[in-house]
């Protein structure tokens, strides 16, 4: 089993940045790949950045060239650094961990953007 603990969400002015954190814990090594998803009110769960246990990364293109993921593996953590905020990325973002047979999901955190 994997746990996922999200933390860097909050209330940002458009235009601003945020930095959200996922510390994965338990079976890592079963870890494919890890994402963070996206889910405003009233719609669905989106994916919004990807990156894999080689290190290949993958975009939503509404956040390309605003949002980086990264990781740590010394510490078992993936990132979303967000720059340049919209109040259109209004949302509860989730970290995901892809593993050969299963995901595993984060409980989320709240990122608000005021215009």
């Known amino acids: 089993q994997v746990q996922l603990v999200e933390s860097g969400g909050g209330l940002v002015q458009a235009g601003g940045s945020l930095r959200l954190s996922c510390a994965a814990s338990g079976s890592i090594n079963s870890i494919a790949a890890m994402g963070w998803y996206r889910q405003a009110p009233g719609k669905q769960r989106d994916v919004v950045a990807t990156i894999t246990r080689g290190g290949s990364t993958n975009y939503e293109d509404s956040v390309k060239g605003r949002f980086t993921i990264s990781r740590d593996t010394g510490k078992n953590t993936v990132y979303l650094q967000m720059n340049s905020l919209k109040p259109e990325d209004t949302a509860v973002y989730y970290c995901?961990?892809?593993?050969?047979?299963?995901?595993?999901w984060g409980k989320g955190t709240l990122v608000t953007v005021s215009s």
């Open positions: 995901n961990a892809q593993t050969w047979s299963v995901d595993y």
